[in-house]
């Protein structure tokens, strides 16, 4: 049955707008019609609309087109779900199209500048003198004279787009603070690290190896519940025939039907049979579980019978192996906390006017931390593809970087650098190694300027706030299988991250990062879950608290949005995230 409220959300999540009920009845119409869901409606109504340039918001009219052109001509409908069958879209032509409005790398150049754009909103003249200047770009790069202004105009500057917690009165600086900001004791990316030389069977070893220790981890776990029998056995071979139920574990892996149009769920076991190459796989059966949502690399814990050999029905999954939360912090006064992740700039120049515009407001309000998250040179940007600049990558960087401490010089805000993979100028690896930051060239006030690794977990007298640049809500929303209708999906997605214990759970890896799997298993995983977690991503910005933890998607700064923390100190010596309010607001 399609539910008209989790049509509009699907809607919503996507930043749309649909006022009219006579679209959503059109909308509801056509999924009766086809017989498809809200979900994949929503994802085929974006793939129709942008490559036509159509409004993301639809009308009646366009509806109508989209149902005589699409709906009509590839019957889009899903087919009937089997014990083991879980349908889903599969169509690549598709598949391609939604990820363009999401700002992938799979898309073609043309694509990437007509979705990259910030909202053109009409620019009033503002005679406010800014602390920083309005021009940035170096002697080598001529900017485009006719470029639109896309900044946002002095009306919408600062607006709020989403609140959590209590009301903030004031965001500015009212006392200095001598705050301590170290890694955590989570293992991070050494700067000399050697990447990308690990072997297939290595490989392998590190992959069969993780999935036979979180797997038992999550049985311990299972078994501490108490809701278990007894007699209940546990079967470290995923292909065991029984007719009695028993408990196993394993990594889910998909396998795509074409002839059927949907995917199968699979169940890869790690313990091997002497003489034998390959792990163990078999058939998971999720016909007789009412809630669930799997996506492949998953390590879950399975009870379930397989009577004939070829198929394990599952009665139950068990995927909740969070880490202990860190220990509550030893904050001794509010701490704000800026956060804006590149691009920094838009689509058709290298001027970075967002970025300025965020540092005049940080001079402004002095935050105790600024953290800015890459890529800051993205390797994808239409000007660094045409090698419209002149300088080389690095020197551009340091340019960019000196710029943003010239700017706070005399300020205590102290800022943290995260590099991403995508940086023209930096390691095309995930996990990835921190920036090479060069004192003479920062000046003075490099002692506030700190460089992590991605993924990092920073530590602030004991606060954790656990940062990647990579964007795995998205990749998880992709890949994912779910029958969890009516469920907060974000959420969800943000949950397989803690509930994995890892910054990316995903295997294999989404097209176009390079994941080193020795490095991810030592790098990428944590012991204890921060108390925040920050997971940028190219869908709609959020903040939600997941499993007694704050998390937070500021969006990107390339649409002059960014998200501002104030975390008050612990009560009683527990940890709450609620203690905390968030702003994600225009620049």
């Known amino acids: 049955m399609v539910s008209e409220e989790l049509l509009i959300s699907c809607f919503c999540n996507l930043g749309c707008d649909v006022p009219d009920k006579l679209v959503i009845d059109k909308c509801l119409q056509l999924c009766h019609t086809y017989n498809i869901d ?34 009509k001509k590839s019957d889009t409908s899903v087919k009937p779900t089997s014990s083991i069958e879980i349908n889903v879209q599969v169509n690549q032509d ?10 992938t790398e799979q898309s073609s150049i043309s694509k990437q500048t007509k979705r990259a754009r910030s909202p053109t909103v009409d620019t009033e003249n503002d005679s406010k003198l800014r602390a920083v200047d309005q021009t940035f770009s170096p002697s080598t790069y001529t900017p485009k004279i006719h470029a639109p202004n896309r900044a946002p105009s002095t009306t919408v500057r600062g607006k709020v787009l989403l609140y959590f917690g209590s009301d903030v009165s004031d965001w500015k600086k009212r006392t200095d603070q001598d705050l301590s900001i170290v890694k955590a004791d989570n293992p991070h990316l050494p700067k000399d690290v050697v990447y990308m030389y690990e072997m297939l069977s290595k490989q392998g070893a590190v992959l069969s190896g993780n999935c036979e220790n979180f797997g038992e981890q999550l049985c311990h776990i299972w078994n501490e519940t108490g809701a278990t029998s007894t ?49 163990p796989i078999i058939r998971l059966d999720l016909g007789g579980i009412k809630h669930y949502s799997v996506f492949p690399g998953q390590i879950v814990a399975v009870e379930g019978i397989n009577t004939a050999g070829n198929a394990l029905v599952a009665k139950e999954l068990f995927v909740k192996g969070h880490a202990p939360l860190a220990e509550s912090p030893q904050l001794t006064g509010d701490l704000k906390v800026y956060v804006a ?58 340019k960019i970087v000196t710029r943003i401490m010239q700017s706070l010089q005399g300020k205590s805000t102290r800022v943290i650098l995260v590099p991403s993979n995508r940086d023209a100028h930096h390691d095309a690896v995930f996990p990835t190694p921190e920036f090479a930051i060069y004192p003479n060239k920062v000046g003075s006030n490099v002692t506030n300027l700190y460089s992590m690794t991605d993924p990092c977990i920073i530590n602030v007298q004991g606060l954790h706030i656990g940062i990647t640049s990579v964007d795995i809500v998205r990749h998880l929303g992709q890949q994912e299988v779910s029958n969890t209708s009516g469920m907060d999906r974000l959420a ?45 991503s190219d869908v ?40 905390i309010s968030c702003e994600i607001a225009k620049v």
């Not at 969800?492 to 994941?515: E, I």
Request: with cysteine; aromatic share 12%.
């Open 231 to 279: 007699n209940m056995r546990y079967v470290r071979n995923v292909i065991s025939i029984s007719q009695m139920p028993f408990r196993t574990w394993g990594r889910i892996s998909t396998v795509l039907d074409k002839s059927a149009g949907s995917k199968i769920v699979m169940l890869e076991g790690c313990k091997r049979s002497k003489g034998d190459n390959n792990a």
């Open 341 to 398: 992740v590149g691009p920094f700039t838009q689509s058709d120049n290298l001027n970075y006017q967002p970025l300025w515009d965020l540092i005049e407001r940080v001079t402004e309000d002095e935050p105790n931390i600024l953290i800015l998250v890459g890529p800051f040179i993205e390797y994808t940007h239409q000007e660094i593809k045409k090698c419209s600049l002149k300088d080389t990558y690095q020197d551009f960087f340091d």
């Open 540 to 579: 709609k910005y959020y903040c939600k608290v997941v499993n007694n933890s704050l998390v937070l998607n500021p969006e990107r700064l390339q649409k002059y949005i960014y998200a501002k923390l104030y975390i008050r100190p612990v009560t009683n010596g527990k940890w709450d995230p609620n203690n």
């Open 492 to 536: 969800r997605l943000a949950d397989h991250v803690l509930s994995q214990a890892t910054f990316y759970p995903l295997y294999p890896p989404f097209p176009g990062l390079n994941l080193d799997t020795t490095l991810w298993k030592k790098y990428a995983c944590f012991e204890q879950q921060p108390h925040i977690i920050i997971l940028p």
């Open 94 to 103: 598709i598949t391609d199209n939604v990820l363009d409005i999401y700002n």
């Open 38 to 71: 809200e979900e994949t409606f929503v994802d085929t109504w974006v793939a129709y609309s942008v490559p036509r340039s159509l409004n993301i918001d639809p009308t009646l009219d366009d509806l109508n087109k989209l149902e005589d052109e699409e709906l």
